[in-house]
């Protein structure tokens, strides 16, 4: 190792500390914000679910982006909490939620390291248990790629555990990474979120015919598939002309505090 890239590499593990160290701080403090970012049906326009996403302004390190915040939790065993508190907050939030959107589900999204552990679905449903067992049916469990990389009989068992009672799960980030087609069949789910770097790349005539025939794969299961990362009204007008139905995306909202969603979505026309 040359002294540069020590140094780097010390200054970055420095770094890693500090922010376990804050986060640690700040889940016992409940300094991380939930914001929720709407999954829209095209044709009914309703809202059909809610993603919790987390937020988090620290008064030492200033604003820490949540890519950044969700690896150091895994990388410093604080993974395991910080999911806790996430869906703590999303079994807190949802009769307020449920309110205004009476059929939504509250996603919460849920690492490989988490499914992993023994206890993860006796977990989840005693926390349900302790809010109120009816939220059952308004929550849903969003499985990054990382569940690949880990045990997958047991991450079955605690998805399929979870759905009989009566939660959903979401594949997210579909088609990067491990998520592939060929893992595809060897998880149970519900629905599909398609990765963002489709939309980016919808001028290909190939990638237009990826999402077609992942509508189509969605519908002739019965599955549901979200598109993720709608940014334009041209992007959305061309997904739904490809068969695609639900979207996400700042175009239709960014993640927002409860507070600041509107109750109803509108969005420009292409
Ligand atoms: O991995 P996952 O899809 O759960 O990541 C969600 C993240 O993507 C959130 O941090 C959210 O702010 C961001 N996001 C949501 N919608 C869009 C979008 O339309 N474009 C981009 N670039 N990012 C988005
Ligand atoms: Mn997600």
């Known amino acids: 190792m040359n002294p540069s890239t020590e140094f780097d590499s010390t200054r970055a593990e420095t770094r890693q500390m500090r ?17 929720y970012q709407p999954e829209i049906d095209l044709q009914t326009r309703q809202v059909v679910s809610l993603e919790a996403l987390c937020r988090w302004q620290d008064q030492e390190l200033g604003p820490v982006a949540p890519d950044e915040f969700i690896a150091v939790a ?9 999911g806790e508190y ?28 988490e499914l992993a552990r023994s206890d993860f679905a ?36 605690h ?16 088609g990067t ?23 980016q790349a919808l001028d290909n005539p190939m990638v237009q015919a990826i999402v077609r025939a992942m509508a189509q794969l969605a519908e002739a299961f019965s599955r549901t598939l ?11 007008g061309h997904l739904a002309s490809l068969g695609c139905r639900m979207v996400q995306g700042y175009l239709l909202s960014r993640p ?8 109803t979505f509108s969005w420009p026309q292409a």
């Open 19 to 35: 922010v376990a160290h804050r986060l640690a701080h700040a889940l016992a403090h409940h300094g991380l914000q939930v914001v």
């Open 74 to 82: 895994e990388a410093r065993g604080l993974i395991v909490p910080l």
């Open 86 to 113: 996430m869906l703590e907050r999303a079994l807190a939030d949802l009769p307020a939620v449920l309110q205004r959107w009476p059929q939504v589900r509250v996603a919460v999204n849920v690492s490989g390291v």
């Open 122 to 157: 006796v977990r989840v449903a005693a926390a349900i248990r302790a809010a109120d067992p009816a939220l059952a049916r308004h929550l849903e469990i969003e499985v990054t790629e990382s569940v690949f990389h880990h045990d997958l009989p047991t991450v079955r068992q």
């Open 159 to 174: 998805l399929q555990a979870l759905r009989e009672q009566g939660l959903t799960v979401a594949i997210d980030d579909f």
């Open 177 to 199: 990474g491990q998520s592939s087609l060929a893992r595809l069949h060897t998880l149970p789910f519900d629905k599909i979120k398609l990765d963002r770097s489709f939309v």
């Open 226 to 236: 979200v598109v993720e990362g709608v940014e334009t009204s041209a992007q959305l």
């Open 256 to 263: 927002a505090a409860l507070a600041d969603l509107p109750d």
